[in-house]
T-cell receptor
Framework: DQQVKQNSPSLSVQEGRISILNCDYT??????FLWYKKYPAEGPTFLIS???IKDKNEDGRFTVFLNKSAKHLSLHIVPSQPGDSAVYFC????????????WGLGTSLAVNP | KAGVTQTPRYLIKTRGQQVTLSCSPI?????VSWYQQTPGQGLQFLFE???????NKGNFPGRFSGRQFSNSRSEMNVSTLELGDSALYLC???????????FGSGTRLTVV
């Protein structure tokens, strides 16, 4: 059972436009959510996170929105740049459950010049 | 400071053999997690070690095992290799459980 779902395996966006990557989860006990970016042949790198007490967290061009009632979060990248082309993973955990990270399958983002 | 170091970067093994992968965490990090990444399955959690104790375990068969040493370095072992074990194996370290994960570049294992 996939507790963290990234339903879009891939996304293609024009440079300068907004990229929106979506993530849904089923476990209402999750209280911390993270986004990681992964380039080929490299390990994932941490991008941005949000705790369940917030509904928005912003860091430069990256903003994560959390809708707890819908069990949905999204990552917005504005403006998108070709260097943003990578696989983006959504992950979540419950701080009271050994903090075991549960990962989505990833969304491959292609930003076209 | 040095990042997470995984060795070797690439490995080719034959079915039935066993393999040991190594991970050196960032200095001061006491938690090490291992993941398997395959194209269709994303990042699958294998296990997490903290202070030499296995704290979490994923849904992998007993052929997959690991350990952590007193210096926080960790090894992962896979016995009786199968073709389906071909994957990128990633190690991540963090100062404590659950947050601040930093990943290594992975070990690409190919089983033939």
């Amino acid at each position: 059972d996939q507790q963290v779902k990234q339903n879009s395996p891939s996304l293609s966006v024009q440079e300068g436009r907004i990229s929106i990557l979506n993530c849904d989860y089923t476990n209402s006990m999750f209280d911390y959510f993270l986004w990681y970016k992964k380039y080929p042949a490299e390990g994932p790198t941490f991008l941005i996170s949000i705790s369940s007490i917030k509904d928005k967290n912003e860091d430069g061009r990256f903003t994560v929105f959390l809708n707890k009632s819908a069990k949905h979060l999204s990552l917005h990248i504005v403006p998108s740049q070709p260097g943003d082309s990578a696989v983006y993973f959504c992950a979540a955990y419950n701080a009271g459950n050994n903090r075991k990270l549960i990962w989505g399958l990833g969304t491959s983002l292609a930003v076209n010049p | 400071k040095a990042g997470v170091t995984q060795t070797p970067r690439y490995l080719i093994k034959t079915r039935g053999q066993q393999v040991t992968l190594s991970c050196s965490p960032i200095s001061g990090h006491r938690s090490v997690s291992w993941y398997q990444q395959t194209p269709g399955q994303g990042l699958q959690f294998l296990f997490e070690y903290f202070s030499e104790t296995q704290r979490n375990k994923g849904n992998f068969p007993g052929r997959f095992s690991g350990r952590q040493f007193s210096n926080s370095r960790s090894e992962m072992n896979v016995s009786t290799l199968e073709l389906g074990d071909s994957a990128l194996y990633l190690c991540a370290s963090s100062p404590s459980q659950g947050t601040g994960y930093t990943f290594g570049s992975g070990t690409r294992l190919t089983v033939v």
